[in-house]
């Protein structure tokens, strides 16, 4: 864990120097110095004094590298052509089991013959055109601003039943990821 770095990190950012931090804190110079070189652990106690100061959440200070926000910039992003109907998906973001994508329906364009399924949750919104989303027995025609969710362990199908391309954004949540 670098909690040290975090430290330092913020401390430099809100452009305050170690003798501030020890006035504002009461910790010493060296502790707070060999603190932001890992050369030493601080107790849950101090920690707190800390982030009190730098005027940010505890649960911050302890956060890994990994875990801290994550940018993956517009031309970063992998593009993929879903079946035969040209399906676009943008694949926005995924952290953990939660991944987001952009996805552009050309008119008629479903997201395969047949519904299918798979593990973990769905959420989407239309965010342009109409669209037909079929779950089970189910069956409801969304157009933009309309939202919903969904077990994707049940088939599912989506078709744009509209005359211009449906664009949709979803969110899916699974154990499991395959990216």
Known sequence: MDIGS?????????????????????????FISNMENNNTSPSINTLQTVAHFLKVPLPY?????????????EHERQHTIHNNEN??????????GLRMQRIDMPP???TGEEPHAHEGEECHIV??????????ED????EEGDSFSW?????????NIGDESAILLIAIYSEEIDM
């Open 151 to 159: 077990n994707a362990s049940v088939p599912h199908h989506v078709k």
């Open 61 to 73: 200070l302890l956060l890994e590298k990994k875990q801290k926000i994550r940018v993956l910039r």
């Open 127 to 136: 965010l342009q055109g109409k669209i037909l989303a079929e779950q089970g």
């Open 108 to 110: 008629g364009a479903s």
């Open 6 to 30: 975090a430290v330092r990190s913020i401390r430099k950012k809100k452009k305050i120097t170690i003798a501030e931090m020890s006035e504002g804190t009461g910790l010493s110079k060296g």
């Open 139 to 142: 069956s409801v025609i969304l």
């Open 87 to 96: 399906v676009k998906v943008e694949h926005l973001t995924h952290k953990g």
